[in-house]
């Protein structure tokens, strides 16, 4: 079956800096454009960022451009978040998904890591 798994988040003060990854399996992961979303507490989704298939295209939502990139290693079927610069509004579970995140389309989305920016 298809299989989304996050690792990397945690704790970190404003300013700081995580990685997150993603290990995929079950499916072609290299023929599937990935995408991260995130959810806040009490909030509802927010699409973070989608990188195309072959990594070559990335897009990002207008509240982490600049700050975050996307990025993937096809070869070990891992999708990558590096966030920069965190701030306290980038609280929220953060979520690995196919395609672009949208469960309408049928996408499928990762267990999440908890990510908290506070001092």
């Known amino acids: 079956e298809v299989q989304l798994v996050e690792s990397g988040g945690g704790l970190v003060q404003p300013g700081g800096s995580l990685r997150l990854s993603c290990a995929a399996s079950?499916?072609?992961?290299?023929?599937?454009?990935m995408s991260w979303v995130r959810q806040a507490p009490g909030k509802g989704p927010e699409w973070v960022s989608t990188?195309?298939?072959?990594?070559?295209?990335?897009y990002y939502a207008e509240s982490v451009k600049g700050r975050f990139t996307i990025s993937r290693d096809n070869a070990k079927n891992t999708l990558y978040l590096q966030m920069n610069s965190l701030k306290p509004e980038d609280t929220a579970v953060y979520y690995c998904?196919?395609?672009?995140?949208?469960?309408?389309?049928?996408?499928?989305w990762g267990q999440g890591t908890q990510v908290t920016v506070s001092s």
């Open positions: 079950g499916f072609t992961f290299g023929s599937y454009d």
């Open positions: 998904a196919t395609g672009r995140g949208r469960v309408e389309k049928g996408d499928y």
């Open positions: 990188i195309n298939s072959g990594g070559g295209r990335t």
